[in-house]
């Protein structure tokens, strides 16, 4: 029977807010979005992932940007 890899994120939160940073809030949500895609697709193709499971909250409610939809859309697609 062939293993399965499987990859599993949870409580992502793309868009999150940030108050605390003022204007960079919206520099830190944006290398937020940057790093998850980098890594699920690192991780994707280094280790051979079947399965990516994201459990909780993906997008923060509310809160994500169209930015934020189109790297999610664009990541599985």
Do not use: Q, W
Not at 13 to 31: M, Q, T
Not at 32 to 49: G, L, P, S
Not at 57 to 75: C, E, H, K
Request: hydrophobic share 45%; no cysteine.
């Amino acid at each position: 029977m062939k293993e399965l890899n499987i990859l599993h994120a949870t409580n992502v939160k793309l868009g999150k807010y940030f108050p605390e940073f003022g204007v960079k809030g919206k520099d830190v949500r944006k290398i937020i979005r940057e790093i998850f895609v980098t890594i699920i697709k690192d991780e994707i193709k280094n280790r051979n992932i079947d399965l990516l499971i994201i459990t909780s909250n993906l997008f923060g409610v509310n809160m994500y940007s169209s930015a934020d939809a189109t790297a999610a859309i664009d990541l599985f697609s």
